[in-house]
Antibody, heavy 117, light 109 residues
Framework: QAQLVESGGGVVQPGRSLTLSCAAS????????MHWVRQAPDKGLEWVAL????????YYADSVKGRFTISRDNSKNTLYLQLNSLRAEDTAVYYC??????????WGQGTLVTVSS | QSALTQPPSASGSPGQSVTISCTGT?????????VSWYQQHPGKAPKLMIY???KRPSEVPDRFSGSKSGNTASLTVSGLQAEDEADYYC?????????FGTGTKVTVL
């Protein structure tokens, strides 16, 4: 059974940086593309980024392109999201999730990022 | 990339059926059969309920079904139960490559 555990969230000032991690277990991590999806307080889901199973391709939502970087370490079964130049509107719960045949399949429990001075 | 359009709310009594629509464009919902539906209870992570328009993960009850016509996809929940009360989101693998719907709150009366 796939299990994804996000960490690294917290309170950060506008303009600063933060790195989120997602530890995977119960799956052969290197075989899966991985997503980051976020949800602002009392708002809907927003897709953020996707990385292929081998890290060879990366895709970003326009709202984060140039500020966020998705990466992975298959030797550590871990996915990352580097968040730079943070803004108040980046405040959200950030979920990692597996990519299977065009579908966002299994989700972690999320980690909250609050951007505030 | 604009969000897919869903009605803000839907409701039904226990045992009844409710159908939620998800309207996109010919560039997303209409172009691909990668339409998924997610259920989210308050304070919880989303859960995949339907994928590739009408396929259901093994653990999802067959009361949940999906369909698509043109640029609009639909999720139908038959035989409503109290635990079906939740937020539901559609998503499409569009060119960007993913977009979610605006979300629908389903209330079991």
């Amino acid at each position: 059974q796939a299990q994804l555990v996000e960490s690294g969230g917290g309170v950060v000032q506008p303009g600063r940086s933060l790195t989120l991690s997602c530890a995977a277990s119960g799956i052969t991590f290197r075989n899966y593309g991985m997503h980051w999806v976020r949800q602002a307080p009392d708002k809907g889901l927003e897709w953020v980024a996707l990385i292929w199973y081998d890290g060879s391709n990366k895709y970003y939502a326009d709202s984060v392109k140039g500020r966020f970087t998705i990466s992975r370490d298959n030797s550590k079964n871990t996915l990352y999201l580097q968040l730079n130049s943070l803004r108040a509107e980046d405040t959200a719960v950030y979920y990692c999730a597996t990519h299977v045949a065009g579908t966002i399949k299994t989700w972690g429990q999320g980690t909250l990022v609050t951007v505030s001075s | 990339q604009s969000a897919l359009t869903q009605p803000p709310s839907a409701s039904g009594s226990p045992g009844q059926s409710v159908t939620i629509s998800c309207t996109g464009t010919s560039s997303d919902v209409g172009a691909y059969n990668y339409v998924s539906w997610y259920q989210q209870h308050p304070g919880k992570a989303p859960k995949l309920m339907i994928y590739e328009v009408n396929k259901r993960p093994s653990e999802v009850p067959d009361r949940f079904s999906g369909s698509k016509s043109g640029n609009t996809a639909s999720l139908t929940v038959s035989g409503l139960q109290a635990e079906d009360e939740a937020d539901y989101y559609c998503s499409s693998s569009a060119g960007n490559p993913y977009v979610f719907g605006t979300g629908t709150k389903v209330t079991v009366l």
